[in-house]
């Protein structure tokens, strides 16, 4: 069994940063997936970033390559999103989401078997 919490979301300026952190409780997490995912107002969920098991591999939504970085300490349970220069496009509920012992990336909801419960991050101009 996995459980995730996270913390770190809130308002935020234009250009500014925030560090999402989700803490995972389970003995599955050193080898699986995890994923960060965003619902803004209105859209339905996407996947923003995910690693792989031991993070040597990544994933970054186009919208956010190069501005937001995932990731991953299994020594210490957590992942992690690091965003930086946020737009107010950013704005959404994220939510961080583990996979049961898959081992690859991958921006599937239907791929990740436990969820967080989600942090308003609310970027203005």
């Known amino acids: 069994q996995v459980q995730l919490v996270e913390s770190g979301g809130g308002l935020v300026q234009a250009g500014g940063s925030l560090r999402l952190s989700c803490a995972a409780s389970g003995r599955t997490f050193s080898s699986s997936a995890m994923g960060w995912f965003r619902q803004p107002p209105g859209k339905e969920r996407e996947c923003v970033a995910a690693i792989n098991w031991d993070g040597t591999s990544t994933y970054y939504r186009d919208s956010v390559k190069g501005r937001f970085a995932i990731s991953r300490d299994n020594a210490k349970n957590t992942v992690s999103l690091q965003m930086n220069s946020l737009k107010p496009e950013d704005t959404a509920v994220y939510y961080c989401?583990?996979?049961?012992?898959?081992?690859?990336?991958?921006?599937?909801?239907?791929?990740?078997?436990?969820w967080g419960q989600g942090t308003q991050v609310t970027v203005s101009s």
């Open positions: 989401a583990a996979t049961e012992g898959r081992g690859g990336v991958s921006t599937a909801r239907n791929a990740y078997d436990f």
